[in-house]
């Protein structure tokens, strides 16, 4: 039994470190140097070239190192026999719920007005005239592991919250919403809108003109999820025609985000490197030994994607 790390970019030392720290006995193998392709029956992958996990014969899992799965079922090559565990992490919900909070929190208190009023030296009274957390309506798409953590963090904070689930939910002080008929409600109510949701054909292009026109006036946008839920070309217009106030940005079609790229200098759009959260090799390893192990005891896999849905 070899484990393969199949991530070029990342650090895959860090990660055969950490997977050995858990289990000395694995043999923990680093992409392109597979060795015997028929040895190896687990996989460690992010962003992987497509086709290469075509060439393991034998592969029982992929173990995603992000929460996302978009970056394998991109592939046409996909092995169907493998299936595909993803990271559930406290670290990986703690720093997207601190994203969010500071994202929500620098647009609740006006920050880039501010910002903009401190370069050019103006002190004016009327930023005194803040709305209550319990005034601002904040609405999330996606309630899975993130979005749910986010709208209890913002709850605590006293924020109006809402969300919205394909299918329906019950959470504590949260407005919750679900399917196409729950959408409009949602955005009509909605402040501050913040993309939690898996990038699936079904959620591919959601932040467009259209959806913008469902928000009330002025509204702004937390895009934290993938780059394939943006129509980027629809975003300028929305923000200069005032129905979007401002927009963060974490994820792009293309990353990273090209030089020559409109939102970079655009006054109304912060751009972060997607760096909203990160999966930590010192916690996810043991979650993926677990995982390995459950397998090889016959146990279910855990955090296990559904295919067909695609998260
Ligand atoms: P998750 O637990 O799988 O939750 C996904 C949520 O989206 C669920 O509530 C699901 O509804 C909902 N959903 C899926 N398809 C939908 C549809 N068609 N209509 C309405 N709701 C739909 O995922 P997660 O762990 O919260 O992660 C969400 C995404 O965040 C990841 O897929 C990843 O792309 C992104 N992410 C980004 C970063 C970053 O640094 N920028 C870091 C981590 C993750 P149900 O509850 O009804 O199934
Ligand atoms: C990061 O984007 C993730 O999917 O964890």
Known sequence: MAVLIIAPGLKADWWARELHEQNPAFDVRIWPDA???????????????????????????????GAGVDHLLIDPDFPPHSRISRVVDPYLTA???????????????????????????????RAHELKQADERRIGILGLGELGQAAARALVALEF???????????????QCFHGSAGLNDLLARTDILVCLLPLTPETENILCEELFARLPEGAYLINAARGGHLVEDDLIPALESGQLGQATLDVFQTEPLPDNHPFWGHRQITVTPHNAS???????????????????????LPNAVDRKLGY
């Open 95 to 125: 720093g997207m719920v601190e994203y969010v909070l500071l994202h929500v929190l620098r647009y609740h208190k006006n920050q880039p007005a501010l910002d903009d009023q401190q370069r050019a030296r103006v002190w004016d009274d």
């Open 35 to 65: 060795g015997d392709p028929d040895d190896i029956d687990y996989a460690l992958a992010w962003k992987p070239p497509p086709g290469v996990l075509a060439s393991f014969p034998n592969l029982k899992v992929v173990f995603s190192l």
């Open 278 to 300: 990160i999966t930590d090799p010192r916690s996810v390893a043991r979650q993926i030994v677990e995982g390995i192990t459950a397998v090889e005891d016959g146990n279910p």
């Open 160 to 174: 109006d919250v809402a969300g919205w689930s394909r299918s329906p939910k019950t959470i504590a002080d949260v």
